[in-house]
């Protein structure tokens, strides 16, 4: 991604706006505020690209960004692991942490956002989980 928009998209206003928006999502208690508070994500994130493309699955809102479809729940700060879509990682992981399953549809690249660790399917990343990795990526993203 280009570094000088890159940086500009992290910091002022804008990035204000977003970090605003993210906090009043995670203090949600109701599913109403939840909405609300996701709807005001997503305009912090698409304000100024008014071409942006939106998605619901499974009451989470995706925005594309380039080729991926990004969980608008996603924070810039979470660690994110790559998993190869079809490959033995994915299944696993499908089977380890069915949460994930509504979401997959979304696009061929998905950035699903967990508590402490989100996962990003699409064409390249792990296709074998390593001893202990897979457990550990499901407990960061359950955030337990």
């Known amino acids: 991604m280009g570094g000088a928009r ?34 005001d994500r997503l305009q912090s994130l698409s304000r100024g690209d008014a071409a942006a493309e939106i998605r619901r699955a499974g009451g989470r809102l995706f925005i594309r960004r380039g080729r991926v479809w990004t969980d608008v ?4 700060r979470i660690t994110v ?4 879509a079809y490959s033995k990682a994915y299944f696993e ?36 989980w390593q001893p202990g990795q897979l457990a550990e990526v499901v407990r960061n993203f359950r955030g337990t």
């Open 81 to 84: 692991t790559d998993v190869a």
């Open 73 to 76: 729940a996603q924070a810039d």
């Open 93 to 128: 992981l499908v089977r380890q942490l069915p949460e994930v399953a509504p979401y997959l549809p979304v696009g061929d690249e998905v950035l699903i956002a967990g508590r402490r660790a989100s996962v990003r399917v699409g064409g390249s990343g792990i296709e074998v």
């Open 6 to 39: 890159n940086s500009a998209a992290q910091t002022g206003a804008g990035a204000f706006e977003r970090a605003r928006a993210s906090a009043k999502l995670a203090d949600s208690k109701t599913l109403a505020a939840a909405d609300s508070a996701a709807s």
